[in-house]
């Protein structure tokens, strides 16, 4: 019951996002008020302090800009908000440096990792792809839970939903990046014994096979590269999402976004909230 009361009084981030293309500027104030405290976290990874607050602003202007013109995401909105950050960081980094790509736009409303040098030597994109095809409810769920380890009391809110709820999503989104990642592998080849065991890594991983077919996956890898380099990657998929996906958004700021305590990140997120105020009017 108690959280019933607590969901129809907190707005989820996908119901305040649907209200700002509505026109609810204000309810762009809760976004920023929920948001703010990581973008500065990222953002001052990046810039001192006073450039990375004007960075935050600009992001945050960015991200509203695309909402009015029914752009930008529907629930993920941090992951989306962290991706403006390093985006325009770059971008500023670029127009010191040489004409600006007229396409940015483009691919920062796609919310496709930008893919500098960094990322591109970062070998394990496909489960940032694998990511970025999920639904935005499961980005969601797993970048909070996942990325930033939060705990699901914390997450509820932003989806409208209680702790329990959280978690029964979490898992659920788990299985569906494990899917979609060996769906883009099993896509990928045309050698009939690995198709027939790429659907079975996932069960294999988690020890959840027949003793027939645990053997059976067994003997592949024993003379298969390829599906050892899978099963490699999946295991990564499962024990440390973290270490896929933050760099993959974040590029190389992410050790220190996600270093940061959570005791830094509440001073630095009130120190946002003041400096951005505007959106709370
Ligand atoms: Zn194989």
Partial sequence: MDDLIETTQQR???????????????????LFQRHAAAATRLSRQLLSTGEADDLVSEAFLKVLSLLQDGKGPDEAFRAYLLT?????????????????PTDDEHVLDRGVPFDDAVSAA?????????????????QLVLWHLEVEGQKPAAVAPLLGMSPNSVSALAYRAREGLRAAYLESHAAATTDEACRAVTPLLGGFVRQTLSARDTAKVDRHLDGCRRCTGVHLELV?????????LAPALLGPAAAGYLGATGTAAAALGAGGIAAGGAWAT
């Fill in 12 to 30: 989820s981030d996908a119901q305040l996002i649907a209200a700002v293309r509505a026109g609810d500027t204000a309810a762009y104030g809760l």
């Fill in 236 to 244: 990564e998929v499962n024990q440390n999402l973290r270490g896929l």
């Fill in 84 to 100: 403006a950050v390093r985006r325009l960081h770059v971008d500023r980094i670029r127009a010191t440096t040489r004409t600006r």
């Fill in 122 to 138: 970062f070998e394990n994109d496909a489960a940032a792809r694998a990511f970025a095809s999920l639904p935005e409810r499961w």
